[in-house]
């Protein structure tokens, strides 16, 4: 999985938005950038708060367009608004979750540069 946070601008709100997009282009970097560009910083903590206590039998990380289920070790992303496409769903480690998040909660941590990107690969 490899996948780019990034930075554009927004022309209606003038300002820059965090953004995230799938490098090599895979099911699961696709929906988890997806997934990604919906969690905000407040989120992102909690989200990191609630793997980090092992509280996972209550956990709720779903957005607004994506659901999460644990499922063992695993994850289980998918759209809300097609909950049996299974184009629309995707198994991810339970660490990588955890990592992809936290990475994502560093860069929404960083100064909106339209230059500036950062890389995550698992």
Excluded at 1 to 19: A, G, Q, V
Excluded at 73 to 81: A, H, K, Q, V
Aim: with cysteine.
């Amino acid at each position: 999985m490899h996948i780019i946070f990034y930075y554009r601008k927004n022309e209606d709100w003038n300002r820059l938005i965090p953004s995230a997009k799938a490098v090599d282009r895979s099911k699961t970097s696709e929906l988890f950038s997806s997934y990604l560009i919906e969690i905000d910083y407040e989120f992102s903590c909690l989200i990191l708060k609630q793997l980090n206590s092992k509280q996972l039998n209550s956990l709720n990380f779903s957005s607004e367009s994506w659901g999460v289920n644990l499922k063992k070790n695993n994850l289980e992303i998918y759209s809300l608004f097609d909950e049996d496409n299974i184009e629309y769903k995707v198994n991810i480690k339970l660490s990588d979750f955890k990592k992809g998040v936290f990475e994502w909660n560093r860069f929404l941590l960083s100064t909106p540069d339209i230059d500036y990107s950062m890389n995550f690969k698992v």
